[in-house]
Each structure stands twice: as C-alpha cells, then as structure tokens.
T-cell receptor
Framework: GENVEQHPSTLSVQEGDSAVIKCTYS??????FPWYKQELGKGPQLIID?????GEKKDQRIAVTLNKTAKHFSLHITETQPEDSAVYFC????????????FGSGTRLSIRP | GAVVSQHPSWVICKSGTSVKIECRSL??????MFWYRQFPKQSLMLMAT?????????EQGVEKDKFLINHASLTLSTLTVTSAHPEDSSFYIC???????????FGSGTRLTVV
C-alpha cells in the first residue's frame, strides 16, 4: 500500500520568510496529492491540491510542486504570517477504486513574530 | 462548498459503554466516507472506508467488531465504538469526497475520552 513520508516534523520561520515542507510517496500509481492545514482541536482543512498531470500549482502565497519521477511533492508558503502557524499534512491517493487517501506524519509550523 | 458535519464534537463515556459518532454530508451525497483516528501530536490514521449500502472496509489492525460502521444513507455514516476502554480515547475524524471528482472534505472531529 501507499506510504507517505513528510519532513520536517517541526519548522520555525521568521514572519515574512518562506516555509517549505517536503513529502515523498511510494506508490507510483498515486495521482492526487492534497495538502491540509490542521489547527488545534479541529479537522483538517484543504489548502491546496495537485494532480499527477500537473507539475506545479499556485494559489496566492501557497504553491505545490510535484516530481512524479522522483515521487516527491512539496508545499511552499511565501510571506508567512502568524496565522499560518498550524500543523500541515501532505497526503496521497492511489488510482484505485478504494479512493482512500493516506497522510504524511505532519509538520508543525511556527511563525516567529 | 462541500460541508461535512460531525457530531458530537466531544464526548466523555465510562469504560465498557458504547459511543456513536455521526458524520453527515450536508449539501452533497457521499457514497463513500472515511473514518480516521488521530492520537495527540500524531497523524491521521485511516480506520475504515464506509460504503453506502454495503459493509465497511477496515484497514489492517482495526477491529471491525469494536468499531462498528453503518452507512445507511447517502448523507450519513456512523461510527460506534463498542465496549470503550481508556485506550480508545482519541480524536475521531470523518471525511467524504465531494462530487465531481472534488477533494476530500473533513468533519470537525470528535474528541472521545473514556474514563
């Protein structure tokens, strides 16, 4: 089955700087890669996603890149703000009828004022 | 956008009792819903896939007799934790896939504490 690894587990950046979180996946059949932001005591919220036929996607300060050959995908947050502090999860879904998504281990992002 | 409602948001129960958690898709029909469990400072671990009108598919290591899943309609899936024990205390989260090949929407989670 699919296995998703995520790094780093914690990340602290100065407000205004950029943050990068990286993930790798194991199943070459995976075709959908969402990123979620989770605040304390709440469910995950989708912030951006990318499909396997696209190499990069951007939405304002957030961008995701995908390298299918290397089975890597990354989240980039620019001009970080205090409200970006949260736990971020990458995930992957294999192209199968199960349609289930598997999560990475999470990155706790802290924005220093 | 697609909204998934989960209730209750928190529940405390005595050891040995059963607890039911509801997951509803409010503005769309979901033939498939997913149940996750999350321990403090850990990731979301998929427990099972809930299929409308049929049996749930459980992940390896998840006890189907302990975690009963019922998906009786296209908008409601329930997870019942039977004979709960303190080690079942966790954050339980459901999700559903939005129609038209959309992304997965998650509920707000249920904090279960077994005392």
């Amino acid at each position: 089955g699919e296995n998703v690894e995520q790094h780093p587990s914690t990340l602290s950046v100065q407000e205004g700087d950029s943050a990068v979180i990286k993930c790798t996946y194991s199943d070459s059949a995976s075709n959908y890669f969402p990123w979620y932001k989770q605040e304390l005591g709440k469910g995950p919220q989708l912030i951006i996603d990318i499909r396997s036929n696209v190499g990069e996607k951007k939405d304002q300060r957030i961008a995701v890149t995908l390298n299918k050959t290397a089975k890597h995908f990354s989240l980039h947050i620019t001009e970080t703000q205090p409200e970006d502090s949260a736990v971020y999860f990458c995930a992957a879904r294999a192209d199968s009828s199960a349609s289930k998504i598997i999560f990475g281990s999470g990155t706790r992002l802290s924005i220093r004022p | 956008g697609a909204v998934v409602s989960q209730h209750p948001s928190w529940v405390i129960c005595k050891s040995g009792t059963s607890v039911k958690i509801e997951c509803r898709s409010l503005d769309f029909q979901a033939t498939t819903m997913f149940w996750y469990r999350q321990f403090p400072k850990q990731s979301l671990m998929l427990m099972a896939t809930s299929n409308e009108g049929s049996k749930a598919t459980y992940e390896q290591g998840v006890e189907k007799d302990k975690f009963l899943i019922n998906h009786a309609s296209l908008t409601l899936s329930t997870l019942t934790v039977t004979s709960a024990h303190p080690e079942d205390s966790s954050f339980y989260i459901c999700s559903a896939r939005a129609p038209g090949g959309g992304g997965y929407t998650f509920g707000s989670g249920t904090r279960l504490t077994v005392v």
